[in-house]
């Protein structure tokens, strides 16, 4: 995963300060830079990242499966 600001870094502060959030991942897919994403968060809320994305993945193809989407 690269460091620093990426090109949808600035989206992913709005929506993390938004949200009064103490982490936020913006993925982007076809944006206006192409696809990307931009992750902020402490060391220990990324460890956590890996969980998460198979919650949501499990959700989106339960929801697929269901006839939902």
């Not at 995963?1 to 936020?24: F, N, S």
């Not at 198979?54 to 269901?66: H, L, T």
């Amino acid at each position: 995963m690269p460091l620093g600001p990426g090109k949808y870094d600035q989206l992913c502060t709005i929506a993390r300060e938004a949200a009064k959030a103490e982490g936020a991942m913006l993925i982007v897919i076809h944006g206006q830079f192409g696809n990307g994403f931009s992750v902020q968060a402490s060391a220990e809320a990324t460890v956590a990242l890996p969980s998460i994305l198979r919650q949501v993945a499990d959700s989106i193809e339960r929801a697929f499966k269901q006839g939902e989407v």
